[in-house]
């Protein structure tokens, strides 16, 4: 069972949390990636409204939505550590603007002429428009209308696949903004918790910086990313990674982000450690989904600013993608339980690559046995769980690490997905 309420438990002591918070800092963005990610931002946004474009003067506002307004974004696949960014450009164009039309239009304006820097790296999808930078970093954009008289930003979003003309296209109603404002409201930071990831995920990023100076590679920019973050954007990034993981040979669709963070909002702040809080939302996510299988339903996720917009509408498509789902949070919830119960660091390292991936754990347990020192050896080291220290033979070493409050940051204007 998830531990009762300690309030005089330190943050990031136990090693399975400090090792779970290392993972989740090397899978999201880097400072360099998140300055690129602004600098295309502006970029992208000023292209679409320079003269001669077919939007110019059209662009009402441009703003993230996802991933990237929450601040959870992580690399969208495996092999390469691509990174999708999520953007909205809501236009001024009639509410009854054809799908087609809508996507067509944004697809012309962000490609441009033939032998323009964005010719060849625009496509257009079915709900938005890419933008597939040499560097594996993604900008999607999707253009909406906004509805009047409805809340502040909710608007419409146009569906129409391009290369099968034959289905049908539609509208659907959407309010982004709303939903990031809402999972930031869900899921505030914990003070001691932050600093401390703050401060880790920064000095991580210095030491990449010192090997990029050594390898004579391009600085890094100065600007730094919002690496404040609460346990449940922690847990929430922790958990895309690991569908990422079960879904990477699998074909179709994987569970959308969008509803992960739905859920991990839900039922955050319950917890203190944060492999309590990735058990927590893995059984209450698990939960939800044995109930509607139970039911014979398929699960129903929805904005809860803007009830018509359905985080669910593309997945799951069948009962049966529903039952492998579950049967995934079923594994991971014995694996974090053995976890927490205590278990050597092989077999830790064991059930991490599982979930997360052999890249990023292989390197946060060779960070970690470099911090604890010589007393780690082949494994036999236990953990304790509750007073956050390793239990060595015939000795104990505490891991932790001082709370250093750091600047806030901010990403296009937020305190601090794919769909």
């Known amino acids: ?4 309420h300690d309030p005089l438990r330190q943050a990031l002591t136990d090693p399975v949390d400090l090792l779970l918070a290392d993972v989740a800092i090397r899978v999201q963005l880097s400072r360099t990636d998140y300055s690129k990610a602004i600098g295309r931002y502006e970029t992208i946004n000023a292209w679409i409204e320079r003269d001669g474009s077919p939007l110019k003067d059209r662009v009402v506002l441009f703003y993230p939505q996802g991933s990237m307004a929450i601040g959870a974004t992580i690399a969208s696949r495996m092999r390469t550590d691509e990174f999708d960014i ?4 809501q236009l001024d164009l009639p509410l009854s603007v054809l799908p087609k039309d809508a996507l067509d239009l944004l697809f012309e304006a962000i490609r441009g002429e033939p032998g323009s820097r964005y010719y060849r790296m ?7 428009v890419t933008v597939d930078y040499s560097d594996d970093m993604h900008l ?3 253009p909406v209308v906004r509805m009047g008289g409805t809340p502040e930003r909710q608007s419409v979003i146009f569906h129409h696949r391009a290369e099968a003309p034959q289905e049908p296209s539609y509208r659907l109603i959407a309010n982004p903004h709303g939903f990031a404002e809402w999972f930031k409201l869900n899921t505030p930071n914990d003070q001691a918790f932050a600093d401390i990831f703050e401060k880790r995920a920064w000095e991580y990023e210095e030491a990449l910086r010192v090997l990029a100076e050594k390898a004579e590679s391009e600085p890094v920019p100065s600007q730094k990313p919002a690496f404040r973050k609460s346990k ?7 958990l895309k990674r690991w569908r990422n993981v079960q879904y990477d040979a699998r074909y179709g669709r994987k569970p959308p982000s969008i509803m992960f963070a739905k859920l991990t909002a839900d039922a955050a702040n319950h917890t203190d450690g944060l492999s309590e809080e990735l058990l927590h939302q893995a059984r ?11 039911l014979g339903e398929l699960v129903h996720i929805a904005n809860p600013v803007c009830p018509e917009d359905v985080l669910t509408d593309r997945w799951p498509g069948t009962l049966r993608d529903q039952a492998i789902f579950i049967d995934d949070l079923e594994n991971l919830v014995r694996q974090v339980e053995r976890l927490i119960e205590g278990c050597d660091l092989g077999e ?8 997360f991936g052999e890249a990023p754990t292989r390197e946060a347990f060779r960070t970690f046995n470099e911090q604890v020192g010589s007393g780690i050896r082949g ?15 015939g000795a104990a070493a505490a891991v932790s690490t001082p709370s250093v409050a750091t600047p806030k940051h901010t990403f296009f204007g937020a305190d601090d997905d794919d769909r």
């Open 348 to 355: 830790m390292q064991k059930i991490m690559i599982e979930l």
């Open 140 to 142: 999607d954009v999707t």
């Open 379 to 393: 494994g036999q080291s236990r953990y304790r769980t509750g007073i956050g220290g390793l239990v060595l033979p």
């Open 122 to 128: 625009a496509k257009r999808r079915t709900r938005c």
């Open 1 to 4: 069972m998830t531990r009762r």
């Open 86 to 89: 999520d953007v909205v450009a």
């Open 284 to 294: 209450h996510m698990l939960d939800v989904f044995r109930q509607c299988q139970g």
């Open 232 to 238: 449940a954007v922690i847990v929430l990034q922790l």
